[in-house]
């Protein structure tokens, strides 16, 4: 609502509030000089305020791009497999149940799914509304977690109702990838991995990228080469399908 109390002109008000900021900060602190060296990580509270800085010089100065990215690929990459779960049902059972029967759903995957992350060597990155993403040294550990999350899922599904029943789907990735403060992550492999999980996988499917599948064990699992169109590009993935046994190994 309008505050007619104020009969100001808004112009006015907006001078009076720049030039309060401008006696308190220097813009020239703010923007550094074109030459000024690339400052180090460790001048920053987070790595969050490193980026954002280090984005901002990259607008300002792109001719010094290059310089940028490489301190950013040094200080932020990372060769890691991405795991990237979906929960399903989301519009279905909000609109039957209500959202708060859907968030004491997603509250229950969190709590299934952690020890299926941390069992396997991985590190839980964040959930957000009901997904997961979490990342792992190699694709195979990434895998058996997704495996050991969906074997929670059943344990759970088997003493629930089922209108309480959590089923999910899930894409895992491979490849150089931005991590901030183990709080967030940006690459071609994150991107790929949540398109397979959130769009293409149906309930209990395990989609892995072309990268993912390339660098699991040989001989360890069984995946088919799928291809499909994802954001107007046709790519090449992997469904898994099943665990190949140590002993069938040896057989052959």
């Known amino acids: 609502m309008r505050d007619e109390s104020f009969n100001g002109d808004a112009d ?17 602190s703010l923007i550094p000089h074109p030459s000024s ?54 519009s279905r059972l909000t609109v039957q149940h209500g959202i708060i029967h859907y968030l004491a759903m997603i509250h229950q995957m969190q709590q299934a799914t952690r020890p299926a992350v941390t069992g396997n060597s991985g590190k839980l990155i964040k959930f957000e509304a009901d997904n997961l993403f979490a990342i ?15 074997r929670a899922f059943d344990a759970i599904n088997t003493v629930l109702p089922q209108h309480r029943n959590i089923y ?62 994802i954001s107007e590009m046709e790519i090449d993935y992997y469904r898994f399908n099943e665990t190949i046994h140590l002993q069938e190994q040896e057989q052959n």
């Open 12 to 28: 006015d008000l907006c001078r009076e509030a720049l030039n309060e900021s401008a006696s308190s900060t220097s813009f020239s």
């Open 37 to 90: 060296p690339l400052p180090p990580p460790s001048s920053f509270p987070t790595g969050r305020a490193f980026l954002d800085h280090l984005l901002s010089m990259r607008n300002q100065y792109p001719e010094r791009a290059a310089e940028i990215d490489e301190q950013l690929r040094q200080t932020f990459e990372r060769r890691i497999a991405i795991l990237a779960l979906d929960m399903a049902g989301f």
């Open 136 to 150: 792992f040294d190699e694709p195979a550990r990434a895998l058996e977690a997704a495996l050991d999350i969906f």
């Open 168 to 229: 999910g789907s899930i894409g895992i990735g491979y490849g150089a990838t931005i991590v901030v403060d183990d709080e967030d992550m940006f690459g071609s492999e994150m991107n790929i991995a949540c398109k397979l999980g959130e769009d293409i996988a149906g309930h209990g499917e395990i989609l892995l990228t072309t990268a993912a599948f390339n660098a699991l064990p040989a001989g360890r699992y069984s995946c088919s080469p799928v291809r499909s169109f």
